[in-house]
Structure formats: structure tokens, C-alpha cells
């Protein structure tokens, strides 16, 4: 059995910052490729960023150089630190976890393990 519990979320204003935290519990592998979604207001869940067990990442255009990936393998947490944010960013963030995905985007249907969703909410 293996869970993703998402936590950080919240609610800032325009041009400020939230720090996500997944962690995994139970049967997981370190091969696993951890990726981060977020589904906005009345949209379809996207891809936002994914790293891989060698510490790759990708990025979705739209937070390039706002958005860091990062994560902690002996601990199964993968993080997501998010700068500079705007109303776009607003919606509830999911962390996924499956594969290996080498070289790979973050599309949803690869990904067998979710978490609950964090809800980041950002005004303007």
C-alpha cells in the first residue's frame, strides 16, 4: 500500500511563496519517477514539475524560473517551492508517484499513486 500525503498549501497574495512537501509512505521504490500536478478551478489536471530518482528535472513553461522541484529520497519527500506567484497558480496541487519516467513529461495517465491535493490559492 502506498500513500502520497500533500502539505503546504495555502492562501498568499501576488508575488509570494509556498513550499510543498509529499511525502510517501509504505511499499515504494527508489527508482520511482515524483512529480507534482495541479488541476485549476473548472480545468484539467497539468503537469507542473517531475524529477526523477537522479535528481532530473522538468518543468512546465509556465513556472520555469519560479518553480524548484527538489526532493530527499531517505526521507520519500519530494518538494516544491514555489516564488513569485500569480492568481494563474491558483488550484489544488497533487503530488504522483510512479515509473521510472526518464526523460519524460508529467502526464497524469502514467501515474498510478496520488496523493490527496493541497490547495493553493494565490489573489491578486
Known amino acids: 500500500q502506498v500513500q502520497l500525503v500533500e502539505s503546504g498549501g495555502g492562501s498568499v497574495q501576488t508575488g509570494g511563496s509556498l513550499r510543498l512537501t509529499c511525502v510517501a509512505s509504505g511499499y515504494t521504490y527508489a527508482s520511482w519517477t515524483m512529480a507534482w500536478f495541479r488541476q485549476a478551478p473548472g480545468k484539467g489536471r497539468e503537469g507542473v514539475a517531475i524529477?526523477?530518482?537522479?535528481?532530473?528535472?522538468r518543468y512546465t513553461d509556465s513556472v520555469k524560473g519560479r518553480f524548484t522541484v527538489s526532493q530527499d529520497r531517505a526521507q520519500k519527500s519530494v518538494y516544491l517551492q514555489m516564488n513569485s506567484l500569480k492568481p494563474d497558480d491558483t488550484g489544488i496541487y497533487y503530488c504522483?508517484?510512479?515509473?521510472?519516467?526518464?526523460?519524460?513529461?508529467?502526464?497524469?495517465?502514467?501515474?498510478?499513486?496520488w496523493g490527496q491535493g493541497t490547495r493553493v490559492t494565490v489573489s491578486s
Open positions: 524529477i526523477d530518482s537522479d535528481g532530473s528535472t
Open positions: 504522483a508517484a510512479d515509473g521510472p519516467f526518464y526523460g519524460t513529461w508529467a502526464d497524469p495517465n502514467l501515474f498510478a499513486y
